[in-house]
């Protein structure tokens, strides 16, 4: 078969960890074959191999339609990240052929504001009994920050919202906009803690709606303000900004925009703490317009900026400079661990949701394959303290 002899033709070439991959009446082993990180592919239909030279779309294609099954998704996923920058060798000689394809932005168009609100409903808009299922108490949908070896979850959470309180040096005198509401977590946290004034903007309705109910609930109402405004929409000054893991539906085209819009929000003594997924710097130029699993069915025109790309919009379009840096990339791979453990066990109640088969593989295909990245250092996650000229020193 001529798709199979292609296929390991390319992944032959690994030479971190071991993958077996198993057909009815062979098994071949590619990688190191005395690596202990490894994971058994067993292959049910040949029309695996013809999908798994689409790449990571097409292998999750054939995974939705159980043409294979893995015993440990994780370590794939892991593996597929530590080998990935052989394979980005070879995507740079095909420069020639997708550069011209991202100039005229076939494959990943520009995210317009109403362009935006569809893709952010195609993944927040799902059901906020689905979020609430994995998620913790706080409904944080981002990394949380853990200490030492604990796997409290809820815990982790808190000391990530807490230090974000710290850094932005919160007060009852500081008006504080939030962009990327999710479910008013945080705002609810920063609100309690400092007794700041807190405007938090959001383009998903599901997440709005929820937020707003939780703010009354926690008799927030007076100082927490929901608005339904695109970033770019967004006027007035403000003292302290915050964004937790948003920047990442900007798309690539605007990152510039993003940053320029941040800081013209701020007063000249303001701050932002920016909470960012990122890839690495050597794959952010291949990856940027390129349509991956993630980006096509879980978060619709997504793209994960590099660190050299955010450093460059902060000189390009910013006063801003970076005063404080901690990555947190490990953190987040324990956070998906917990999220992928809560959702697995909740099979029974996702199906009683309405949610199939064919979802339920296809997120925990996303949550572990995302794992897997952040293990792998292909991603990290990194929170920013971003500070005007006249912020004063700490």
């Not at 690495?280 to 590099?306: M, N, Q, T, W």
Request: aromatic residues 8%; hydrophobic residues 40%.
């Amino acid at each position: 078969m001529i798709s199979r002899r292609l296929a390991l033709t390319v992944i032959g070439r690994m030479q971190t960890g071991r993958i077996e991959l198993v057909e009815a009446s062979q098994t071949t082993v590619i990688g190191d074959p005395d690596s202990e990180m490894s994971a058994r592919v067993v292959i049910h239909s040949p029309a695996f191999w013809r999908h798994l030279l689409r790449g990571s779309t097409g292998l999750a294609e054939s995974y939705l339609r159980r043409e294979w099954d893995c015993d440990d998704l994780v370590t794939l996923g892991t593996i597929a990240g530590l080998n990935l920058p052989q394979l980005d060798g070879l995507r740079t000689r095909l420069r020639f052929i997708t550069d011209p394809i991202q100039k005229v932005g076939l494959l990943m168009p520009r995210t317009t504001r109403s362009r935006g609100r569809r893709q952010i409903a195609a993944h927040y808009d799902l059901g906020n009994d689905l979020f609430s299922l994995f998620l913790d108490q706080s409904m944080n949908y981002s990394s949380a920050i853990f200490g030492g070896d604990s796997s409290d979850l809820a815990a982790a959470q808190l000391r990530k919202m807490d230090r974000i309180a710290e850094k932005l040096d919160l007060s009852p005198e500081t008006h504080l906009l939030e962009i990327g509401t999710g479910w008013g977590g945080l705002a609810i946290h920063l609100a309690r803690k400092s007794g700041c004034r807190i405007t938090t903007t959001t383009i998903s309705r599901e997440q709005a709606t929820l937020a707003r109910e939780r703010i009354r609930e926690a008799g927030l109402a007076g100082l927490i303000e929901v608005v339904e405004l695109d970033y770019r929409d967004l006027t007035g000054k403000y003292d302290r900004l915050v964004s937790i893991e948003m920047i990442e539906a900007v798309g690539w085209r605007d990152f510039p925009t993003y940053f320029r819009k941040c800081s013209e929000l701020l007063k000249p003594e303001g701050a932002m703490l920016l909470q960012a997924i990122t890839i690495s710097d050597e794959a952010y130029e291949i990856e940027k317009a390129s349509r991956s699993f993630i980006s096509h069915y879980i978060f619709p025109g997504g793209c994960l900026p590099s660190v050299a790309e955010i450093e460059r919009c902060l000189v390009t379009e910013t006063d801003m400079e970076v005063t404080d840096s901690r990555e947190i990339g490990l953190d987040y791979a324990r956070t998906l661990s917990i999220w992928r453990d809560r959702f697995e066990a909740e099979t029974d109640e996702l199906e009683r949701l309405g949610y199939d088969d064919r979802f339920r593989r296809m997120w925990m295909l996303y949550l572990t394959f995302a794992e897997g990245g952040f293990r792998s250092g292909r991603n990290s996650d990194f929170q920013l303290l971003l500070t005007k000229p006249g912020f004063p020193p700490g």
